[in-house]
């Protein structure tokens, strides 16, 4: 199976300031039909995970526009501009190219 | 919306059986891959099983072939799981999810396997 590493585990963060999270596969995601099927999730505590990013770069609905996500090949990165009090949760990377994998979620905490 | 509930869990002990059922509306369940991904406590999603929309395949964490079993009936907008021979490290949240990539989730029902 593949193996998705993030990082950092945890990420402390001041409100209004931007955030990084890095995710790497131990394989191309790449799949045969030329997408690479690379997707985000936050999970805040006490809920089940959400769906932000799907396909490296493609917000979902609803999803506000301070979320990005860029990357290619085995390496990604989920970008957010300016945190806010909401944005506190697990966030993780995950692939679904192969048998679907998850990393071991980042920790998004206000300072 | 779409709207998805789960049901079914429970306690039971090692070796025991229980049969999750997720009730679905709010898309076409009939043109939609659906899966089970579970989550232990304190741990990351993990996915267990995953059946084509016109049932004609499925496919199963590793762990988990020969004892867990992923069916749906799309007359009744309905999926399965069907658990035997549980084992303690079977412990979690389960959760229904649309198709490969998780475009919606449930709430998740949870099953603890201990004696």
């Known amino acids: 199976d593949v193996v998705v590493t993030q990082y950092p585990l945890a990420l402390p963060v001041t409100l209004g300031q931007a955030a990084s999270i890095s995710c790497r596969c131990s394989q191309s995601v790449v799949s045969g039909d030329g997408n690479t099927y690379l997707n985000w999730y936050q999970q805040r505590p006490g809920q089940s995970p959400r769906r932000l990013i799907h396909e490296v770069s493609k917000r979902d609905s609803g999803v506000p526009d301070r979320f990005s996500g860029s990357g290619s090949g085995t390496d990604f990165t989920l970008k957010i501009s300016r945190v806010e009090a909401e944005d506190v949760g697990l966030y993780y990377c995950m692939q679904s190219t192969h048998w679907p994998t998850f990393g071991l979620g980042t920790r998004v905490q206000i300072k | 919306e779409v709207q998805l509930v789960e049901s079914g869990g429970g306690l039971v002990r090692p070796g025991g059986s229980l049969r999750l059922s997720c009730a679905v509306s709010?898309?076409?369940?009939?043109?939609?891959?659906m899966s089970w991904v579970r989550q232990a406590p304190g741990r990351g999603p993990e996915w267990v099983a995953i059946i084509r929309e016109d049932i004609t395949e499925t496919l199963y964490l590793e762990s988990v072939k020969g004892r867990f079993t992923v069916s749906r009936d799309n007359a009744k907008n309905s999926l399965y799981l069907q658990m035997r021979s549980l084992r303690p490290e079977d412990t979690a949240v389960y959760f229904c999810v649309v198709g490969w990539a998780g475009d919606h989730w449930g709430r998740g029902t949870l099953v603890t396997v201990s004696s």
């Open positions: 709010g898309f076409t369940f009939s043109g939609t891959w």
